[in-house]
């Protein structure tokens, strides 16, 4: 299994561009996330996903959308970049069926975004 | 969401033990303990979580404190590649509305010397 694969690794963008971010997982899991985390900060959640068609904001959605089509893609969308959305932007994905509370997430490698 | 407290950073030698220590005042009866660590440039990756014991894996070890507001990750002989930052979340029941959502603090950073 690949696991949670994201694309594409770094990418600039001007102020105002649009561009999506792309997450697939193999692992079949009902639940996805998307994170974002600034430099020495902690990771913090922009939406997430608990089946497809079904999806709600986290604690940062401005700026971003999101969709949910199939079980394996969960692509995030940037309308207008603004410098403010510069940051690392993390996929994770989970199991909804796991016994004794493990429920762990799995993350991709992660997109580091510029936006200039 | 319930909160958890940890040190900024902690310095260890290779070849020796590592107690991360994470207060958590305000946890819930059902409120997992959850350990990641996001290793340099890298994703966050699961290491340990507990309800009330102490767990062991292949990784580390969970002591939780007997009334639930503490806990302490156990690295028993830290290598360089432990060098990481260590998070301590509270995750709420996925069985309720919380989907297994993760709320991640700063973390403890963990140098290791060699």
């Known amino acids: 299994n690949a696991g949670v694969t994201q694309t594409p690794k770094f990418r600039i963008l001007k102020i105002g561009q649009s561009m999506t971010l792309q997450c697939t997982q193999d692992?079949?899991?009902?639940?996805m996330y998307w994170y974002r985390q600034d430099p020495g900060m902690g990771l913090k959640l922009i939406y997430y996903?608990?089946?497809?068609?079904?999806?709600d904001k986290g604690e940062v959605p401005n700026g971003y959308n999101v969709s949910r089509s199939t079980t394996e893609d969960f692509p995030l969308r940037l309308e207008l970049a603004a410098p403010s959305q510069t940051s690392v932007y993390f996929c994770?994905?989970?199991?909804?069926?796991?016994?004794?509370?493990?429920?762990?997430?799995?993350f991709g490698p992660g997109t580091r975004l510029t936006v200039t | 969401d319930a909160k958890t407290t940890q040190p900024n950073s902690m310095e260890s030698n290779e070849e020796e033990p590592v107690h991360l220590p994470c207060n958590h005042s305000?946890?819930?009866?059902?409120?997992?303990i959850h350990w990641y660590r996001q290793l340099p440039s890298q994703g966050p990756e699961y290491v340990i979580h507990?309800?009330?014991s102490n767990v062991n894996n292949r990784m580390a070890s969970l002591a939780i404190a007997e009334d639930r507001k503490s806990s302490t990750l156990i690295l028993h002989r830290a290598t360089l590649r432990d060098a990481a930052v260590y998070y301590c979340?509270?995750?709420?029941?996925?069985?309720?509305?919380?989907?297994?959502?993760?709320?991640f603090g700063q973390g403890t950073i963990l140098t290791v010397h060699p």
């Open positions: 994770a994905s989970s199991s909804h069926q796991r016994a004794g509370g493990r429920y762990e997430q799995y």
């Open positions: 692992m079949n899991h009902n639940y």
């Open positions: 996903s608990v089946g497809a068609g079904i999806t």
């Open positions: 305000t946890i819930s009866g059902t409120d997992y």
């Open positions: 507990g309800l009330t």
């Open positions: 979340i509270l995750r709420a029941n996925a069985g309720g509305t919380s989907y297994g959502k993760l709320t």
